[in-house]
């Protein structure tokens, strides 16, 4: 006989970037000012990913498209690998993700796609600690996550293996 399973995920949803702690803040107005250095000239689609790392400081991406498709690479990806090649040991403590049209001053709704959300899941898992993620709203306002886990809740591991 089939039991049911329900999943709650508490997702955090702040109206405006005054909600933000400092922290929260600058991490996402430094994803802003990665999507500007984005790398799209086919989808026009910047997207900009701030990792806050344990010692403070933050290690920016964007995404970068190819014509070679699907040479490109997602700006939660481009972050966290260039993170770990050059601070393999670091614990990230936020991730925060923002998205606007070439065309468009304001952001939009940012959702990492679920490549993104298998490698955040990971380095979650190697980390043995929860990252928070923070991914910009509709009309400004901002998702706050208590962990990667929350977007994928079925993670797939090397525990799997």
Known sequence: ??????????????????????????AMQLAQDAAKDAYAPYSNYLVGATLLLEDGTFFK????????????????RTALFGMSANHPNKKIKLIAVTARRRED????????????????????????????????????????????????PFLFTSDNL
């Open 1 to 26: 006989m089939a039991t049911e399973l329900t999943i709650n995920i508490s997702i955090d949803v702040l109206e405006k970037a005054e909600e933000l702690n400092a922290q929260e803040r600058e």
């Open 61 to 76: 991406g964007s995404n970068q498209e190819n014509a070679a498709y699907p040479s490109g690479l997602c700006a939660e």
């Open 105 to 152: 001053t304001h952001f939009l709704p940012a959702m990492p796609c679920g490549a993104c959300r298998q490698v955040m899941a990971e380095y979650e898992h190697k980390q043995h600690d929860k990252i928070p993620v923070l991914l910009q709203g509709p009309d400004g306002s901002f998702y706050r996550f208590k962990a990667v886990s929350d977007l994928l």
